[in-house]
């Protein structure tokens, strides 16, 4: 996405979220700046207040270049245009953060422009972290070897901008191996995402900032409040897959259960489904499960073929009625 033109089907507005069910609900255009618990109200930046009697909160994370758009739609358009220019004019490009994001977004970059050296610099010995599948890390580990991306792992990266370099240091403490240097023209940062939660007060969330919920994605203090996506602490590698998987069922059959005054009683179950990673135009990784015999490999066609085509643009699309 960040190295193609095709902006305007990545972006549509909210103006069909209810048109199957017209008068049942409105989209309110506003960032939720505070949520009094108590007085059962949410604050809009525009001085709105919305009473409610269940709220679900779905606010999700904050990243930084190369996906860290703002949010109106004119701004986006340029900050990409801004994002694919510092890539072409950049000679070495760095990524710090190995995960299936910063992997993805390196291989492309190399794969559209061979001749810059691409980097990425990780924490662990191999790309992503524990909670993916061994086949998938080795499979991504192999593209970025044949793409000839250079990894270095078990590191972290420090950004000096001003030096137009990247240092690099042992990720485990205590190492005596010396730190080193990387030239660095561009650098991007694709680690872990930032919750956006600083409209709720800080006793509904851990130290990271995440809201913590039950399994039934309740407040553990407010059972008329949700959390659900990437804002609640449930333990899962987090995706935008889930919601059509479980999270929707068992958010739904909860809302109902306190809306009619019962007890909300429906538990979530984490579960990975499947990755499909797409790097660059001739390469892609990726795992599904499989009922009863557990995660296999996708076939490199199949994952470019239903995936790298749009990135899944006209499944998204579809589903939010266009
Ligand atoms: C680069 C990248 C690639 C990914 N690729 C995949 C993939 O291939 N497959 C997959 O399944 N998952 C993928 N994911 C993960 C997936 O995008 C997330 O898990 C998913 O989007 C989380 O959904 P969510 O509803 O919790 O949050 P989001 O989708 O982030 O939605 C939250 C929305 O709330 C808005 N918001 C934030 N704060 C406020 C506020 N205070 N007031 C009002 N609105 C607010 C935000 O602007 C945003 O529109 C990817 C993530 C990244 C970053």
Excluded at 187 to 212: E, H, L, M, Q
Excluded at 299 to 320: C, Q, T
Aim: glycine residues 10%; negative net charge.
């Amino acid at each position: 996405m960040t190295v193609e033109d095709h902006d305007s089907e990545y972006m549509r507005p909210f103006d069909k979220v209810f048109a199957k069910h017209e008068g049942m609900g409105k989209v309110v255009k506003g960032e939720v700046v505070e949520v009094d618990g108590e007085g059962k109200v949410v604050v809009v930046d525009d001085g709105q207040r919305i009473s409610y009697d269940v709220l679900i909160l779905a606010s999700g994370c904050t990243w930084a270049d190369p996906i860290s758009p703002p949010t109106a739609k004119s701004e986006i358009v340029s900050y990409f245009q801004s994002m694919r220019a510092n890539i072409v004019s950049a000679n070495n490009v760095v990524v710090l953060g190995g995960g299936v994001v910063g992997c993805e977004f390196a291989a492309e970059v190399k794969d559209r422009f061979p001749l810059k050296s691409v980097t990425v610099v990780h924490n662990q010995g191999l790309p992503g972290s524990e909670s993916y599948d061994m086949k998938l890390r080795r499979g991504i580990a192999n593209v970025l070897e044949k793409l000839e991306v250079n990894v270095l792992y078990d590191s972290r990266g420090e950004e000096d901008a001003e030096a137009g370099k990247v240092v690099v240091t042992p990720a485990e403490e205590g190492s005596s191996t010396p730190a080193k240097e990387i030239p660095a023209d561009a650098v991007f940062k694709c680690s872990i995402g930032k919750p956006n939660t600083k409209y709720a007060p800080d006793a509904w969330k851990d130290s990271r900032g995440v809201i913590k919920v039950k399994q039934t994605f309740q407040l553990l203090s407010d059972p008329t409040i949700f959390a659900i996506g990437d804002i609640n602490d449930i333990i899962e590698t987090k995706q935008a897959t889930h919601a059509s998987g479980n999270t929707i069922p068992v958010l739904s059959a909860n809302v109902l259960a306190v809306l009619k005054g019962e007890e909300a009683k429906k538990l979530y179950t984490t579960q990975l489904n499947g990755v499909g990673m797409v790097m660059g135009r001739r390469n892609a990784v990726g795992v599904f499960q499989l009922p009863l015999v557990g995660m296999r490999q996708l076939p490199s066609f199949a994952i470019r073929k239903f995936k790298g085509e749009d990135m899944l643009a006209g499944v998204f699309n579809k589903s939010l009625g266009y």
